[in-house]
């Protein structure tokens, strides 16, 4: 009878412990649900805003990206337009007096013109003071400094979305507008209640959940400038890097919450950087461009979603070939005047077109740095067929051999990747550097007519002898030993085994 009674007694007490368990567990669930249906109501009320308040700044800096484009395309438009009228007017009357056609310029175009060479002006002593000048080419720097008034206006607008940013939880209690009180509510159910925390399938829910605050967090986020934070040192990043971890000892891969963070670089980062890539990013803009391939180089290597299997991922790299394909379609021209207009190298037709062959070329370089990003088929189709054999090649194809040709070839085999030659088989290069070989090959027979030349002075014919080097050793690097060969009886085999040791 004794066992009995205290068998009962134990039953009871037991009774009454898990009575106290499930009438805990309900109060923490009658919670939850109370606080999950507060903030839902809350960001149903407040995302609109967020979404007005991110078309507001996205249009602000397609704006201010249209705006430098543009200006650039009227300066191309105005040179062009004044060396061509001067051409034409010389040829329909050559004893015309040369200021006449400065005066028909209408005050706009001077405005334009006296406007550009300022700008010009401040860039060179920037570079003089930090000592660049040395090796810069005029077209390589890019011009995207906004005049007084429209700097003046793009500060306004951007303050005043940021401003209205801060209000847009103004009149909410922290405990739903500070992510780092919301993500340990999540944290805190977790932990107490696992099982049905995973039940409710919350880690899948989570990206959605929190995205909106980090949409209002990266809103004047903007990779392609220079004081651009680090996505690690943004706050929401830090409050959501450690979330559901609990014993790294015991980190459960499949849990949902490990892909927090790469879900949220897919579903908020990469279609903002989207966005950012067709309308804002100038590809003309080697400073721009660096940042771009540097951030998505390590998006790709730190978060398993960004990826080519990845749909957001997809359509940022549609982005990215759309504005160099628009780029090349709008923004590239290459005068092609007669001899005797670019003879005096002092005079702006010469400048205008050194101009243009050097902004080409960086843009060939700033195509190129997208080489393991972007896929090589269409790469080499925007960057060899749509600018170096439509454009540059063309440029040297109409210009003298000399040592000026030789050292603008030199620099455009410099911006084609390595990568590209490794495991091509034969002889031959890729199919679109044909041309430009063929162009190499041509100069260097043309050097050599000069050192087979009896009149030919013996520094001229050492210098054109160099020249017939670099060219082989060019061929040799694009991995067109077939016509490095056909120019090798000119060189020594000792110098052939040199360069392509090198190489």
Known sequence: MDDRLRSSASSNINLKDTQGDVSSQYGFFQEMRGYVRDLVECLNEKVPLVNTLEASMHLLLKNRAQQLVERRQADIRDQSAEFTGAMMRAAAAPNLDTDRGRKMLDNATQRRAAEREARRARRRRAREGRKQDKTHYEGMSSDDELIESQLQRFTTERDRIMSESANVFEEVVEDFHSLSLIQSRFQKWKTVQGESYNDAYIGLCLPKLFAPFVRLQLLDWNPLQSNCPELEDMPWYESLLFYGFQDMDGLDPEDPDVKLLPSLVEKVLIPKLSYLVENVWDPVSASQTHRLVTLVHKLAEDYPTVSALNKNTQGLLEALVLRMRKTLDDDVFMPLFPKSMVENKSLGPYIFLQRQFWCCVKLLGNLLL??????????????????????????????????????????????????????????????QLEPFCRYLVHAATTLNQVVLKSSTADLDRRRAKMGIKSITKMLVNLHAMDHALSLSQDISLKDMKEMIHKT
């Open 370 to 431: 997208w080489h393991g990003i972007v896929a090589g088929d269409p790469l080499r189709e925007l960057a060899l067929d749509g600018l170096l054999n439509r454009y540059l090649l063309l440029s040297l194809q109409n210009s003298d051999v000399n040592d000026d040709s030789i050292g603008k070839s030199q620099m455009i085999v410099s911006t084609f990747p390595t990568g590209w030659f490794k495991d091509l088989e034969g002889d031959s290069t890729i199919r």
